[in-house]
């Protein structure tokens, strides 16, 4: 993954979409995708080339939890490296979420550097 | 209500605040609050429930939440917008995320509903236990915002 690469937001509040862009921004990468909820985040994986996902945890019509099974499950886009995002750490939401094949997790609030750092150790995995 | 309910949502309103929006909110003395009246010109509003229940509130004084939000989306904002009324909902929300993973801790488990924002002059906040809530007032460069916090054991 380069600075060029297409990276998916999936949230359903429009503001936090904004936040995580701008934070992207910051850390150099520009070229983004934005979906409401998992059902449109799914849609947008299967019309176009995205490197990177990432998503909010708890979102109406399909939560990032259910988006990341479809992911994992699905032969074109299982190694769609994938970062969750979380308005809480819950011991048993994380264990779900790892077994489900999430790549890392973020505990909102959050920094840039946090960002930059957790994708940055996603990058390396899967180099 | 029970003082160890509080602190969690105290330092997490200040962790969301500072972090997401870069304003150190310096928090006031608490005072118990009687009615449903909002301290604030906007307010989110989430329900919690689990081994205890209740629901948390953040009321903004407009000049402030315009800095908050402003400074968390880096644009400007003029007027209480789609943009600031999501964001509340969002602020709400984090802080109860981040207030539940400290009561966690202590065993106090909690989930959360989805957050409902509320703005005009005269708005109320009413709390699933009908009150009284604990409200903690915070000061910022910016204007005036508080927590408000109604949580225990329902009384049947």
Redesign the interface.
């Known amino acids: 993954m380069n600075n060029d690469s297409k990276i998916l937001i999936v949230d359903d509040?429009?503001?936090?979409r904004?936040?995580i862009r701008?934070l992207l921004k910051q850390i150099g990468y520009e070229n983004i995708v934005e979906a409401e909820d998992g059902v449109m985040a799914l849609a947008e994986l299967r019309n176009q080339k995205i490197e990177f996902v990432i998503s909010d945890w708890?979102m109406?019509n399909m939560t990032g939890l259910e988006l990341l099974r479809e992911v994992r499950a699905d032969s074109n886009l299982c190694k769609t490296p994938f970062l969750m995002i979380?308005?809480?750490?819950?011991?048993e939401n994380v264990v779900e979420a790892v077994k489900a094949g999430v790549d890392n997790y973020i505990?909102?609030?959050?920094?840039a550097e946090i960002l930059n750092e957790k994708i940055g150790k996603i990058v390396a995995k899967y180099q | 209500m029970d003082v160890q309910f509080i602190n969690p949502f105290l330092e997490g309103t200040i962790?969301?605040v500072k972090?997401?929006a870069f304003v150190e909110p310096k928090p006031g003395k608490p005072f118990l609050k009687n009615g449903d009246y909002a301290k604030g010109d906007i307010s989110g509003i989430i329900g919690l429930a689990g081994s205890v229940r209740g629901s948390f509130a953040l009321s903004f004084s407009e000049s402030c939440i315009l800095r908050l939000?402003s400074n968390?989306?880096?644009e400007e904002i003029e007027c209480i917008n789609?943009?600031i009324k999501?964001?509340v909902?969002?602020i709400t929300?984090?802080v109860?995320?981040?207030a539940?993973?400290k009561l966690?801790l202590v065993g106090i488990?909690l989930t959360?509903a989805?957050p409902t924002v509320v703005t005009g002059s005269g708005h109320t906040i009413v709390h699933l236990l009908g009150g009284p809530s604990l409200v903690i007032p915070f000061e910022t460069d910016y204007g005036p915002f508080v927590a408000d916090v109604c949580i225990g054991k329902p009384q049947n």
């Open positions: 509040f429009a503001t936090m904004k936040v701008n708890n109406p979380t308005a809480e750490s819950l011991k505990v909102k609030p959050f920094t | 962790n969301v972090t997401m939000v968390m989306l880096g789609a943009d999501d964001a909902g969002e929300n984090m109860s995320g981040a539940r993973q966690d488990s959360a989805l």
